[in-house]
């Protein structure tokens, strides 16, 4: 079975302060795809990032950066310089290839809150 | 515009009252799913389409029924539904051989049952 966990279900911090979120997963599949989004009040989620199970790099994209670690099963993303604008509930998420389609399994979220 | 188009974006109806939430997506993908996002719970996947047939049905209730008459239309038919069945609706589309692959989210239908 697939799970995806995010142990912080609210954080608030100061504008311009870094924040990580963290997220940790659970398959027995060995190609599986993971990913990021941003859900803002407006509802809508938006895809941030995606990063498949045999690539370990860390990514970085402006003030956004992820770090994938297989052996503890985590991908946390961390926003530098937090900015007002970065408050929104973000979703980790985990794909796991059908035959024809993908399932994906969000997280709970976590809710951000950043405070000018 | 997003690529994947929801209607209404909100939607108030009696218990008794059958309406239809639509879904439409320009991206030529190749399958389309149904969120649904209730408050202080994590999204659940309800139907998912690949080439127009339904290939996961995740125990929603008979009150749901989705239709994909073609691959870039997706519908959710509402009927006798209960208020906890009040959540935001998210539609989602994929397309595996995209090299930028990942769900892509409609707005979403913020429906309340009254």
């Known amino acids: 079975a697939q799970k995806v966990t995010q142990a912080q279900t609210e954080i608030s911090v100061v504008e311009k302060e870094d924040v990580t979120l963290d997220c940790v997963y659970e398959?027995?599949?060995?190609?599986?795809?993971l990913f990021w989004y941003k859900q803002p009040p407006s509802g809508e989620l938006v895809f941030l990032i995606r990063?498949?199970?045999?690539?370990?790099q860390n990514e970085i994209s402006g003030r956004y950066s992820w770090n994938f670690q297989k052996s503890t099963s985590s991908f946390n993303f961390t926003i530098t310089a937090s900015q007002v604008v970065d408050s929104a509930v973000y979703f980790c998420?985990?794909?796991?290839?059908?035959?024809?389609?993908?399932?994906?399994?969000f997280g709970p979220g976590t809710s951000l809150s950043v405070i000018p | 515009e997003t690529g994947v188009t929801q209607t209404p974006r909100h939607l108030v109806m009696g218990m008794t009252n059958k309406k239809s939430l639509k879904c439409e997506q320009h991206l030529g993908h190749n399958a389309m799913y149904w969120y649904k996002q209730s408050a202080k719970k994590p999204l659940e996947l309800m139907f998912v389409?690949?080439?127009?047939?339904?290939?996961e049905n995740n125990s929603v209730p008979s009150r749901f029924s989705p239709e994909c008459p073609n691959s870039s239309h997706l519908f959710l038919h509402l009927h006798t539904l209960q208020p906890e069945d009040s959540a935001l609706y998210l539609c989602a589309s994929s397309q595996r051989t995209d090299p930028n692959y990942g769900y892509t989210f409609g707005s979403g239908t913020r429906l309340t049952v009254v």
């Open positions: 389409y690949s080439l127009e047939e339904r290939v």
């Open positions: 398959t027995r599949d060995t190609t599986y795809y």
């Open positions: 990063r498949n199970s045999f690539d370990e």
């Open positions: 998420a985990l794909s796991v290839m059908k035959t024809s389609y993908d399932k994906v399994i």
